[in-house]
């Protein structure tokens, strides 16, 4: 029994409960808290601590976007990181260079962001580089599935979604040479354990399809643009099986955009045809998402 | 049933756990409040295992570490839990706002000293409510203080190296706007 108890710090508050307290202070105090000592520099910036201050602070409402510059892939570029609401900068950092395709995520806190770009379906190896805020640097991380990997969307940009501690994004595994014979799954990145892995998705037809998050759950949405209608599913038990998806609903929409879920609300202004904020998502491709 | 039973009945044929503090006091409580104190149960089931438990439903478990001023508090605040959740256990959210409304209230009778006690011995008692709630106060009372403030309420010293401190400020600046005085 006292190999379990926490060493205590000088004025006898042990480190487990300075632990505890931290991780319910908001995202702007912890990064203050950084400067407090090298003790506390360092379990800020641990995996630990960031996986329980989210789950701490999920009920709250804490997020970041991300600001890509207009042009892109020129040298010299910064993404930037802004707290939401409050619009404060919690990091910049360059555009790295070298690749026709950027896609960011961003895990809620801002302490940590998981941001990939991934390199052609064409080069053998898929891998990805993910962009580390606390430690200001880019690292190199491989896909360890044997097919190849394409994501979606059109445009340069995309984003990830962020739930359950890991982002996800929508991507065609691509078997054989043949482009055409693919099959659409989520492409998760574990932000604690940095692996890769893939989820099925419950329906694998052609309609337009989404990722999103809907009451903190991973979601899988598609969206009928001839009959304006959307169905939602959700998977209950994260990562389990594939028949943790649960259909939701089917709904009938007023415009043919779908953007992501509200926290609270679980579906946005976004689906009036008001685009102009939308929570938990970060919405890459467009610049008009930052005022309210 | 009758409505009576519903509610928590104090006298009801429960079993009582007698703590001893560290200052020797004696506080007696029902076992349902004791069983929240983990450490306490910890102890109960150690006991039972074995076999030491006699017949009688009485039992003395010395807590060293623990002074009586803030058991008080947390019998105290344990029993309401307990009640709070007895009255509302077909409703999740009720219970969570009144929860919420008695521990407003419980903050405006705890001076800040008494809150590192009560952290302390809650700790120690491994109750795990009650010092999630505890540290929830403290974050919420240091929030907006000064990183100086900080250091000083934990009694920490900074041991960066010369201007590894600064960096760090530089870089993220903006958390340190608005900040209140000390």
């Known amino acids: ?292 | 049933m009758s409505n009576q039973s519903e509610s928590p009945n104090p006298t009801s044929s429960s079993n009582k756990i007698t703590l001893k503090t560290s200052d020797n006091e004696v506080f007696e409580v029902e076992e349902a409040v004791a069983m929240k104190f983990c450490t306490v149960k910890q102890y109960f089931d150690d006991e039972n295992n074995n076999n030491v438990t006699s017949g009688t439903s009485t039992t003395l478990i010395p807590l060293p570490n623990v002074e009586s001023h803030p058991l008080a508090i947390l019998i105290t605040y344990c029993k309401k839990h307990l009640e709070i959740k007895a009255n509302n256990a077909d409703n999740k959210k009720e219970m969570e706002i009144d929860m919420e409304h008695y521990e407003r209230e419980f903050l405006k009778n705890v001076m800040p000293q008494e809150l590192t006690e009560l952290i302390l011995a809650a700790n120690y008692l491994n109750f795990k409510e009650a010092l999630d709630f505890f540290c929830r106060a403290v974050a919420s009372a240091i929030q907006n203080k000064s990183v100086e403030y900080v250091r000083k309420f934990f009694g920490l010293e900074s041991d960066f190296k010369p201007g590894e401190e600064e960096k760090l400020r530089e870089e993220f600046a903006w958390s340190f706007e608005g900040v209140d005085e000390d």
């Open chain 1, 1 to 292: 029994m006292s190999q379990t108890k926490p060493k205590p710090t000088n004025n006898h508050i042990p480190e487990n409960v300075v632990f505890n307290i931290v991780a319910w202070l908001p995202v702007k105090s912890v990064i203050r808290f950084r400067c407090v000592c090298k003790s506390w520099d360092s379990f800020i910036i641990s995996p630990y601590f960031i996986s329980t201050h989210l789950n701490n602070n999920n009920s709250k409402y804490h997020g970041c976007f991300i600001k890509v510059p207009d042009s892109f892939g020129k040298k010299g570029k910064v993404c930037k990181v802004f707290c939401d609401r409050t619009y404060y900068i919690i990091s910049e950092y360059p555009v790295p260079s070298g690749f026709d395709r950027f896609y960011v995520g961003s895990t809620s806190p801002g302490i940590v962001g998981g941001f990939t770009k991934f390199g052609k379906p064409k080069i053998k190896r898929q891998y990805a580089e993910v962009y580390t805020l606390s430690s200001n640097s880019w690292r190199r991380v491989e896909i360890s599935l044997r097919p190849k990997v394409r994501l979606h969307g059109n445009k340069r940009i995309s984003y990830a979604t962020f739930a359950c501690g890991a982002l996800h994004w929508l991507v065609d595994f691509i078997e054989y040479e043949d482009e055409l014979q693919c099959e659409t799954k989520i492409l998760s990145f574990d932000v604690y354990n940095e692996k890769f892995r893939d989820i099925a998705l419950p329906d694998g037809g052609r309609r337009t399809q989404h990722i999103a998050v809907f009451r903190g759950k991973l979601s899988f949405i598609t969206v009928n643009y001839y009959d304006r209608y959307i169905t939602m599913w959700v998977m209950e038990e994260y990562g389990e099986v594939h028949e943790s998806w649960n259909k939701l609903f089917s709904l009938v929409i007023e415009t043919g955009f779908f953007y992501g879920c509200t926290r609270y609300a679980g579906l946005p202004d976004a689906l009036q045809g008001n685009s102009s904020y939308v929570e938990s998502l970060v919405l890459l491709d467009k610049g008009t998402e930052l005022s309210e």
